[in-house]
Structure formats: structure tokens, C-alpha cells
């Protein structure tokens, strides 16, 4: 966790246990006057003139403190060490009354249970210890001298004092309880702090996410202006030539360099709509990746003609995967249209499909080209990165990203001899996670 993300985690913790705090402070002001007239009448009950001195003494800096926390609080708010000053001197305070009124034999003894729980789930580790050692040596400072028989007139006369064995019974359980209760609400505030910390990291995560998106689209205008310039300059001279030579015979060939410019820009811009917009939520149905690939090579049949590439499918079918089949198919092309434009004249295009062990469908697309340069194997999903003279580097990212949308991948490796191998991989069948809506930072994040 670096330091912001620390001055996160404290702000917010102090923020909550500000509430919590809050509210006790203003409860043991209302309630506390209730129990020290309890206290009192305790007292009064009792003859012995020491505890009325004692309680006395005990209740008036009780209440005074609860009073001056009271308006402290309202005036300033929560502090870094109000928490556990005030825990401290609340193990203080209740435990000279508890001493007050009978040691282990008094009937505000159970009170001490509260106050360690409260403890346990509102403080960091190091005071949480503190506290912890206090209660166990104030209970030990009250129970030890009472067990050992030297203060005889501690438990008020009209209650009287439990026999021995239960005073060992009731110190014990005490301080099982003290124990138990630590350890129970420590366990607690540990939850809570890892689900701040969680929650934290996601948070950061999606920040980060959102500033490489950022950064990725503000690169990627400057390209698309910069790819689109050479396009509309050859378009606006061949369209001024055409004006001129009306007259004249049809100029066909100017006519098909302007219709692949035009066809090339409007590339360029699905490409760019495609890695800006959000990733719609995924359609699913179960879907024979075979025949989705056997269409996606009719459709390329044409490309592939051009180049003299020969294409060829291998596996047998069916290979069903749970998908969206258009996004599917989207990734397919893109890959399959990348080996083709790879691959040189006279070689071969290999799309293979085929299902492991583990729950998985994978489809491989295997070219005969060049391979991926050094410069770009590593980088090769990031947006803006291609090897293509006139690509936008734009294809691969989101391929990636409609990949992962379904829980897959899609990786690019070199392969022995030459060419390279792009691999789809999917689930045979979709995590429940998968199907909730993709925001447009995934897409960033696929690279």
C-alpha cells in the first residue's frame, strides 16, 4: 500500500470511528448520569465511610469527563488519540467503580466486557494492545489482592461476598472473557480493514485503468489525425484532377485509388470507434466455434485469393463454447485477416479448433510470415502499436479486450521456422461475473 493510498485508508477509518465515537460519546454522557445515581445509591446503601468517599470521588470525575468529552467533541470533533485516551481512562474510571462496589463481587463487573469489545473493533493494532494490557492488569491489580483474602471489606454489606471457589470461578471466566472479546473484535476490525484495503486497490486499479485509457485516446487522436491527413490530401487532389478532366474519358484508375482511400479512412475510424466506445454487455448462446470459423474463412476467401494464400482449417467439430458469436466472430476475422495481409504470396493460413482438458475452447490462426519484431512482440496489444505501414494498431486491442470480456484471452507468440501463432482462448462455459455489463476501461486495460 504506498503512502496515498495509507492517507486514504486513515482518513476513512477515522472518518467512521469518528461516528462510533460519536455516538458513545453522547450516549455515556445521557446514560452515564443514570448509572453514577446508581453508583450513589450503591453507595448509600453501604456504611462503610471509605466507599462513600471513594464513590464519591469516583462519580464526580466520571461525569466531569464524560461532560468535558461531550462538548470537547462537539467543538473540535475526533482527533487521532481521542479514541483511545478515552478508552484508557474509560478502563480507569470503570474499573475503580467496579472496585468501588465489591471488586468481584460487584454487580457492575459485566461492564467490563462492552468496553474491551468497543476497544477490540475501534483502535489500530498498537493502542488495541495497550488497551488490551491495561484491562488484563487493572482486572488482575482487583482480583488478585480480593483472591488472596486482604480485602475483606470490599464487597458492600447487604450483597456480602461469594464464597471463595466463586470468586476463583468468576475472576476466571473474567478474564476468558476479556480475552475471548479481544480476540473476537480484533478478528472484526481485521475483516473490515482488509475489505478497506480491497476496496482501496480496486479503486486504485480502476484510476489507473482510467488514466492509461486517457492517455491511450489522447495518443491515438494525434494518430488518427495524422493517419487520416495523408488519405484526405490524395482524395481532395484526385477529386480537383476529375473536375478538370470531366470532359475527358473516365478516369477509372483515380476512381479506385479514391474508392480504397475512402474504404481505408472509414477503417481507420470503425477501428478507433471500436477501442473508444464501451464494450456492450455480451449476448450468449452456445455457439459451434467450427462453424463460426468455417465462416469467418468464407468470408476471408476473397483477401486470401488476392494474395495467393491458401486457407485451411483443421479439427473436428463441434466445439462448443458459450459466447457472444458476433464479438467471437469479430476476433476471429481480425486475427485471420492479420495472418493473411502477414503471410507472403504462395504460403499458407492454418485456422485450428479444438478444446483441452481444463474447460477451455481455443482457436489458433497460424501464418507463414515474418513474425513479430522484437520492437513490437512485447507491446503488441497496446493501442497506437503496429508493424503495418498503414495500420492504426487498433485491432489487436480490442480483440483482446472482447476476449477477456469473456473470461478468455488472445496471445501472439513466434513460431519455430518462422510466422506466428495468434491464439483465442475461451471458456467452454462463462463465469456468472462475466455477463454484467464492461465499461470502456476494460478495453484500455486489455492491453
Known sequence: MDSRTRRNFDDIQLRHIGRIFGRMVMLRASVGAGLMLAVAWMAAMDPAPWRMTWLV???????????????????????????PVNLLLGVFFQQSLVMGTGGLASPLLPMVIPLAFVGATTLPRKWHLRL??????????MALPQLAGWLPMLPLSYLGAPPRPWMFAIALLMFLFIIMV???GAAIRGTFDDMLREALAQRDELLATHRSYSRALESMSGEIAHELKNPLATVKGLTQLMVREAGRAQPTERLEVLSSEVVRMQ?????????????????????????????????????????????????????????????????????????????????????????NSIGEA?????DTGAGLPPEVA?????AGVTSKAKGSGLGLTVARALARQHGGDVTLTNRNGGGCVAELVLPRELPADVLEPVGASEVAHAG
Open 378 to 382: 512485447s507491446r503488441a496489444f497496446e
Open 57 to 83: 470521588l469516583q462519580v464526580v470525575g466520571a461525569l466531569s469527563f464524560f461532560i468535558y468529552e461531550l462538548r470537547r467533541y462537539n467543538r473540535e470533533g475526533l482527533t487521532r488519540r481521542s479514541v
Open 182 to 184: 479481544n480476540a473476537a
Open 362 to 366: 481455443r482457436v489458433s490462426v497460424k
Open 132 to 141: 488490551f494490557k491495561a484491562e488484563l492488569a487493572a482486572l488482575s491489580l
Open 267 to 355: 477503417g481507420i475510424l470503425e477501428e478507433f470507434l471500436n477501442f473508444s466506445r464501451p464494450l456492450v454487455p455480451l449476448s450468449v448462446s452456445a455457439v459451434d466455434l467450427v462453424a463460426l470459423c468455417d465462416e469467418a474463412l468464407v468470408l476471408h476467401e476473397g483477401l486470401a485469393a488476392q494474395g495467393e494464400i491458401r486457407l485451411e482449417r483443421m479439427g473436428q467439430g463441434p466445439v462448443l463454447s458459450v459466447c457472444d458469436s458476433r464479438k467471437v466472430k469479430q476476433v476471429v476475422m481480425n486475427l485471420l485477416h492479420n495472418a493473411i495481409e502477414a503471410s507472403p504470396p504462395g504460403s499458407q493460413v492454418i485456422l485450428e479448433v479444438d478444446a
